[in-house]
T-cell receptor
């Protein structure tokens, strides 16, 4: 079983709709992250959470919100989707290992906003 | 944005050749990591080099880090067609534990 799972894997929606992307992990990591990836670009950080009571904005948080329902779950919401939010979305977790953090990524959610 | 930059953006080589990719970044870091991404799929962690390290090896991978120049390189030796993928560097900003990703190098290894 995958350690970091994302649902759905693919989603097509219309402008103005509310969308929720979900991420679950079985790794027991405290830290979770949401990124988006656009063609030809690297990953850009949307939000991150260092524990259940900690939520922080990343580079591009406008138009997004998150919820850390439990240590294992971190959801990303688009309150009113717009076409330029069409992208590949990745959830990641991290753990302190040997004094440094390593990140582990989910398989991604491909979102298309028409 | 404080994204790093990889160089070159795209690289095409013959199987058996070595592939070198470079990454530049802008901030002080705790560590730098390299990831691999097959087309449209998740990222896979390859190697982590700490800010106090200069070189690290893992199998056919060799990573160097020059903190004075804020740059790193990833060398893949004896490349294989299966190495075809995009490669990204990510820096762990000192004091923040946020990761900043580069724009990636698309490597194509021709059989």
């Amino acid at each position: 079983d995958a350690d970091v799972t994302q649902t759905p894997r693919n989603r097509i929606t219309k402008t103005g709709k509310r969308i929720m992307l979900e991420c679950s992990q079985t790794k027991g990591h405290d830290r979770m992250y949401w990124y988006r990836q656009d063609p030809g670009l690297g990953l850009r950080l949307i939000y991150y959470s260092f524990d259940v009571k900690d939520i922080n904005k990343g580079e591009i948080s406008d138009g997004y919100s998150v919820s850390r329902q439990a240590q294992a779950k971190f959801s990303l919401s688009l309150e009113s989707a717009i076409p330029n939010q069409t992208a590949l979305y990745f959830c990641a977790t991290s753990v302190l290992s040997g004094g440094e953090h390593e990140q582990f990524f989910g398989p991604g959610t491909r979102l298309t906003v028409l | 944005s404080q994204q790093g930059e990889e160089d070159p953006q795209a690289l095409s080589i013959q199987e058996g050749e070595n592939a070198t990719m470079n990454c530049s970044y802008k901030t002080s870091i705790n560590n730098l990591q390299w990831y691999r991404q097959n087309s449209g799929r998740g990222l896979v962690h390859l190697i982590l080099i700490r800010s106090n390290e200069r070189e690290k090896h893992s199998g056919r991978l060799r990573v160097t880090l020059d903190t004075s120049k804020k740059s790193s390189s990833l060398l893949i030796t004896a490349s294989r067609a299966a190495d075809t993928a995009s490669y990204f560097c990510a820096t762990d900003e000192r004091g923040t534990y946020k990761y900043i990703f580069g724009t990636g190098t698309r490597l194509k290894v021709l059989a």
